[in-house]
Every structure is written in structure tokens, then in C-alpha cells.
């Protein structure tokens, strides 16, 4: 009775503190993960640019860039509102052939891309929120 009595108040305490952490990614950048053609297809309805984020599950910076970067609030807001954003697996899914058709060289790779998916610019590897932004800002001066 005494070890359920003690387990009652930890098994709350975890309960509480997932329910934290998944109201937390909440808040970051939202990405559509669908499939590629549903992603072109909003762009173009929205007349927005897509900023695509293709990654591997394996990769340090890619989930360095998905817990730091994609979380920050100014950034997120910023995306969220600018571009319709979208992630994809270079390994799973319609990720294949978008590593293939973008000539993946290392993730993360960055894209921003017009509503037809022609790139508009690209980088590679892990970039803090204060960059990101300025990357998303830099595409639409072209």
C-alpha cells in the first residue's frame, strides 16, 4: 500500500511535466510534413515561399536546429506567418527524392523555394534563430 501510495504522486508529477514539454513544441515554427505535393499546393493557394528543412533522424545538428532554433519565438513567429514551412526525413517518406532532386550534400539543408519549389536560396548545417530569420528576410529581396 505504502509503494502505491509513493508511486500515485510521482506518476502525477510525470504526467504533468510530458504535458509540459509537448505544450512547449507548441511553440515553435509548425511544419507541414504531409507529403510534398500537399506543400506546393499550399504555397501556391497562400502565394507564399516554402522553407523546407530536410534532415536525417541520425543527425547532431539537425536535431540541435529542431530543439534550439525552431523553438525560438521571435523565429517562429517570423516562419510561421512568412513561409509555409515544411520537414522532411532525407531517408524516409517523400524525402528521398527531394535529397535527390535539391542534390542533398549533408543536413541539415535549408531551403527557402518559390510556390513552384525552384530555389530561391539554400544553406547547410546548424544556424541559431537571429541567422535563420535573416535568411528567411533575405529571400524576399530577391
Known amino acids: 500500500m505504502k509503494k502505491t501510495f509513493l508511486l500515485f504522486p510521482l506518476a502525477i508529477m510525470f504526467l504533468f511535466f510530458v504535458a509540459r514539454c509537448d505544450a512547449k513544441n507548441d511553440?515553435?515554427?509548425?511544419?507541414?510534413?504531409?507529403?510534398?505535393?500537399?506543400?506546393?499546393?499550399k504555397a501556391k493557394s497562400e502565394h507564399k515561399l516554402i522553407f523546407l528543412d530536410i534532415y536525417a533522424s541520425?543527425?547532431?545538428?539537425?536535431?540541435?536546429?529542431?530543439?534550439?532554433?525552431?523553438?525560438?519565438?521571435?523565429?517562429?513567429?517570423?516562419?510561421?506567418t512568412t513561409?509555409?514551412?515544411a520537414s522532411f526525413d532525407g531517408e524516409k517518406g517523400d524525402g528521398p527524392?527531394?535529397?535527390?532532386?535539391?542534390?542533398?550534400?549533408?543536413?541539415?539543408?535549408?531551403?527557402?523555394?518559390?510556390e513552384n519549389g525552384n530555389v530561391v536560396k539554400s544553406t547547410?548545417?546548424?544556424?541559431?534563430?537571429?541567422e535563420l530569420i535573416n535568411?528567411?528576410?533575405s529571400a524576399h529581396k530577391k
Open 83 to 85: 513561409f509555409v514551412n
Open 27 to 41: 511553440d515553435g515554427i509548425k511544419f507541414q510534413e504531409d507529403n510534398w505535393k500537399q506543400v506546393l499546393s
Open 97 to 114: 527524392m527531394l535529397a535527390e532532386k535539391y542534390k542533398i550534400s549533408a543536413y541539415p539543408s535549408l531551403f527557402i523555394l518559390d
Open 124 to 130: 547547410v548545417g546548424f544556424i541559431p534563430a537571429s
Open 58 to 80: 541520425w543527425c547532431g545538428p539537425c536535431k540541435m536546429l529542431k530543439r534550439q532554433t525552431f523553438t525560438d519565438k521571435t523565429a517562429a513567429d517570423y516562419f510561421n
Open 135 to 137: 535568411f528567411g528576410k
